[in-house]
């Protein structure tokens, strides 16, 4: 069993290495187990997403009594637990996301071990579906399934908690700390397609500074990730000031290319970068690029 907890947590924490966003949510709710006695019991949590699609969880459980049967008698119990595991994401749209986990849970305390004995593991399935209430805020909602062994067996409970989201990372590259003038995109357009030669002029405006080294490496492309393009200056322009008065916290830049004003983030120095950030932002801000 030993060896089993050191494999879970090395394969929910190794992609913590390659690609956390530092995308944090801490939250509470309450938690009906369907052998429950009494009122409710109650969880806190904390989750780290990383990536798209997967993140981190961690809960503690206090699931108050329940009641079982056991030779036609009624069995009482009152325990704790504490979990660690990982969960899918699969994104909706910008307020829905459905999650699917699984991981190990740990009972901490049990006021009757002939239903469940302390510190014993168990693995667990979980299903729920998130939504987003504001920026910050999301309800969520599912069910937990524990294959524990004893006379609790497996077992099912239902949930319902909130959480407060906090802590965005950018994943910048070193070179994101100031604009560059090659440009590429993360359109259709295929790298042979975009000349990394010409150095696209940036529009002056007076909602923000913006600076551009007159040098460029052939030998090392970067990439961008484009949020408009407009025929006409003024136009590119009063779309800037839009996105940079709706998120202030998102480094915008206006650059002249190929007969176009465009619209675009800072440079990255791959093109996996720069899906990440569309990525990020589609899931934080529901903003696309």
């Keep these: 069993m030993k ?5 879970l947590c090395a394969s929910v924490l190794l992609p913590f290495a390659v ?10 709710g309450f938690n009906y187990h369907l052998d429950q006695e009494n009122g409710p019991g109650y969880h806190i949590f904390y989750q780290w997403q990383f990536g798209e699609s997967f993140e981190f969880e ?10 079982l049967q056991s030779n036609e008698a009624d069995v009482f119990a009152n325990y704790d637990q504490f979990s660690i595991g990982a969960n899918f994401i699969k994104r909706y749209n910008s307020d829905l996301s459905i999650k699917a986990g699984t991981g190990l849970g740990f009972i901490t305390a049990s006021s009757n071990e002939a239903v469940t004995e302390k510190q014993t593991m168990a693995p667990y399935i979980m299903l729920a579906a998130t939504y987003k209430l504001t920026k910050d805020l999301s309800i969520e909602f599912g069910q937990f399934t524990h294959f524990n062994s ?3 067996d497996t077992n099912h409970s239902l949930f319902l908690s909130l959480s407060y989201q906090f802590g965005q990372s950018y994943n910048y590259s070193p070179e ?10 993360t359109t259709n357009e295929s ?6 030669t010409v150095s696209p002029q940036v529009v002056k405006n007076t909602t923000q500074k913006m600076s551009v080294s007159k040098s460029y490496s052939a030998n090392k492309p970067l990439w961008y990730v484009q949020f408009g393009a407009y025929s006409n200056a003024k136009n590119g322009q009063e779309s800037l000031m839009r996105l940079q008065q709706a998120y202030p916290n998102i480094v915008f830049n206006l650059v002249n290319y190929n007969n176009y004003y465009r619209i675009i983030s800072h440079n990255f120095d791959s093109k996996q970068r720069a899906e990440d950030y569309v990525n990020m932002l589609m899931s934080n801000f529901s903003l696309s690029g």
């Design 176 to 185: 994101a700390k100031s604009p560059t003038p090659a440009l590429r995109t």
């Design 3 to 7: 060896n089993l907890t050191i494999l």
């Design 58 to 67: 961690t809960r503690y459980f206090d699931n108050n009594d329940i009641v």
């Design 150 to 152: 004893e006379l609790i």
């Design 19 to 28: 690609s956390a966003q530092d995308t944090h949510k801490v939250g509470a």
């Design 191 to 196: 790298p042979s397609q975009v000349r990394p």
